[in-house]
């Protein structure tokens, strides 16, 4: 059974304090992993996809890698407006267009 | 950009009356969009694939009596909750799927309803 598994479930940082998401999955063969920001009461905001393992993308203060089993989401001196609940979701190849997601990790950011 | 709305943003209903949700892909073309629902601080739950000229495909669960969904074009797929019911009360989110390129699925912004 395909799995998506993301730690932690909430972290707190302080501002300028960086630190990294995780993201493991468990996929018969995987399409693509893609990471989302949703602010509250909002839709997901699409950030980055990677496809195979040893990719990486970069976005302003994010960064997110790609293994074989994992994916991390770096977040580099942040800062309170990253706060938000970052979601992780893998595509797998047997499922055509679905996602499957993972539940999510809370950051809060304090200035 | 890829952008995708929802429409209503919110809606309360009383029980027993039905309720349209309305998404559009505003500057690409969707042959495929997908419904989901969020509880309060959990995470996306599939309902549906629906598919530009062809039926829904339904996720277990999921009564498509109920949750009725229309692709009558390249941009909109609408969402019709029929018979609402308190616990039908939830976040419903759309997608849409950029076609050519990457596979990316982009998200509207969610319509909140809530069943009196």
């Known amino acids: 059974e395909d799995q998506v598994t993301q730690s932690p479930e909430a972290l707190r940082l302080q501002e300028g304090e960086s630190s990294s998401l995780n993201c493991s999955y468990t996929v018969s063969g995987l399409r693509g992993l893609f990471w989302y920001r949703q602010d509250p009461g909002k839709g997901p905001e699409f950030l980055f996809t990677l496809y195979s393992a040893g990719e990486e993308k970069e976005k302003e203060r994010l960064k997110a890698t790609l293994t074989k089993k994992e994916s991390f989401l770096h977040i580099t001196a942040p800062k309170p407006e990253d706060s938000a609940t970052y979601l992780c979701a893998v595509q797998p190849m047997e499922y055509g267009n679905k996602l499957v997601f993972g539940a999510g990790t809370i950051l809060r950011v304090k200035s | 950009g890829a952008v995708v709305s929802q429409h209503p943003s919110w809606v309360i209903c009383k029980s027993g009356t039905s309720v349209k949700i309305e998404c559009r892909s505003l500057d690409f073309q969707a042959t495929t969009m997908f419904w989901y629902r969020q509880f309060p601080k959990q995470s996306l739950m599939l309902m549906a694939t629906?598919?530009?000229?062809?039926?829904?495909?339904?996720e277990q669960g999921v009564e498509k009596d109920k949750f009725l969904i229309n692709h009558a074009s390249l941009t909109l797929s609408t969402l019709t909750v029929t018979s609402a019911h308190p616990e039908d009360s939830s976040f419903y989110i759309c997608?849409?799927?950029?076609?050519?390129?990457?596979?990316?699925?982009?998200f509207g912004p969610g319509t909140r309803l809530l069943v009196l």
């Open positions: 629906s598919n530009e000229g062809s039926k829904a495909t339904y």
């Open positions: 997608s849409a799927r950029r076609q050519g390129g990457v596979e990316t699925q982009y």
